[in-house]
């Protein structure tokens, strides 16, 4: 039998797994690694942590398979959306630590952009507008504030793409990592938008030359690495892409109007539309599959699974230290507390903003909130609250898509575990919610499209891998009081947005 690697480098981890054509996952291995946040709102990373990374999962889970080399037929790698990108030189060497998407450092810049370029020329070009969130903000950044480094820097690679070459020795990007790089990237055309390159002082040599489907063999792994990985020499490489698309290509979306959210330590939920969508502030770039003619229109919250975990580094301990020490789950603990508290949290409300927020909030000043406190309150009040705000999170992205997303929402990702967490989603949006039966993640969509890219799978055959869970219905009256809480979750922000922003310069 064949089978085939998936490998998503992820924010906080890199997970390898290896499965046979019928999709069933034989080995796996996760690598965890932290991010680098010099400064409040800084967040990047040195890239040999991703490479070393990878490499330890890939060789890990070849290893616990116990798979013959000569069996494994192809990986496809995906990535976080690495913002800026991996600054490199002339002889491929990091200049310094990449820009990831969380980075918020680049206001000044995204100013400038709107006041130089304007929004309404990047619609037209880029199908989206500015905002530190986006790679060219940053690059600008780097520009603006390091020019001896600015004056080292050959070429940007995202960090799925400069795993590629350290294992291939080729140069390549898919299409979805450079759309969601934005201001530099014509949607239309989907190549590099000299014009607005020129505008903004970016020369079209810093961007990778080829650019291709995520299906597409970029190249075979070298003799150095094939031996290191414990694989055979030339084994193909497929580009992959970034890794919340790919985790809806997990969840066999290979059609447009389907709307999933990927959530893990951020949240990504997105229309798969052959049309451009005049969403509310939306990020729109190249889908994985059938890139010139299928489009991810996505917002998101910066802080998802990322918000739940500080919450139990900072205030459940003992429930950690019982799962340290082999006891149960902490989130599992949390949960089986968290269901007996009613809906709304006995009147907790939380702004989820912890890393600002991208789309469609756009605000790098927004910031984290527990509002509604009273001595009455206990940590799973305040527990509960996390979760709804994430769903409300979710809620806004839905109506800020302007269209129609279909009569139920797709959710992959960690937060799959949890069955209170998954009945809060769908009492919140009022939609009903459908999960994978098992879990899917992006190294899953990876897998497709390494059967795909490889030929050793087709569509059909992959069609057969999904299998989704049981509907989970949205109750009615949670609905409408979670509708109540909502209106006030909104209103609670616009009151403090600009005192959100008065703190931000206190700050400084």
Known sequence: MDYLLGSDIGTSGTKTILVDTKGNIIAQDLQEYDVLTPKPLWAEQWPDVWVNALKESIKKTVKKSQIAACNIKGIAISGLYGGSGIPLDKNMNPVRPCLIWMDRRA???????????????????????????????????????????????ELFLSPKDYAIYKMTNKVATDFSSAGNIGG???MNTHTWSK??????????????????????????????AAAELGLEEGMPVCAGGIDCGAANIGLGIFEQGCFAAAIGTS??????????????????WPYLYNAKQFSYCFGGAA????????????????????????????????????????????????????MGERSPVWNSDAKGVIFGLSLTHTKIDIYRAFLEAVAYSLRNVIESMNTDIGKRILIAGGVTKSKLWRQIFADVTGFP????????????????LAGLGTGILNYEDIKKWQILDKEILPNQKAHEVYTKYYELYQSIYNNLKSDMERISHLET
């Not at 309404?120 to 530190?132: R, V």
């Not at 990504?268 to 502030?281: E, M």
């Not at 902490?330 to 006995?346: C, E, F, H, R, T």
């Not at 919610?433 to 497709?448: F, K, Q, T």
């Open 184 to 186: 530099i990237f014509d």
């Open 107 to 153: 206001q000044e810049e995204t100013d400038w952009v709107l006041k130089k370029i304007g929004s309404k020329k990047l619609l037209e070009i880029t199908h989206n507008s500015a905002d530190p969130y986006y790679g060219y903000t940053k690059i600008l950044w780097i520009k603006n504030h390091e020019p001896e480094n600015w004056k080292k820097i």
């Open 267 to 284: 949240m990504c939920a997105a229309l798969i539309s052959s049309k451009q969508i005049d969403g509310n502030g939306l990020i729109i």
């Open 433 to 448: 919610v459908v999960c994978p039966l098992s879990d899917v993640e992006a190294n899953m969509g990876d897998a497709m």
């Open 195 to 224: 014009e607005l390159m020129d505008l903004m002082g970016i020369p079209l040599s810093m961007m990778p030359e080829t650019i291709v489907e995520s299906t597409d063999i970029v190249g075979g792994l070298t003799k150095e």
């Open 303 to 354: 802080t998802a699974g990322a918000l739940i975990k500080w919450f139990r580094n900072t205030f459940a301990e003992w429930e950690f230290s019982q799962e340290k020490n082999g006891g149960v789950n902490a989130y599992k603990i949390l949960d089986d507390q968290a269901a007996s508290i009613p809906v709304g949290s006995n009147g907790i409300i939380v702004l989820p903003y912890f």
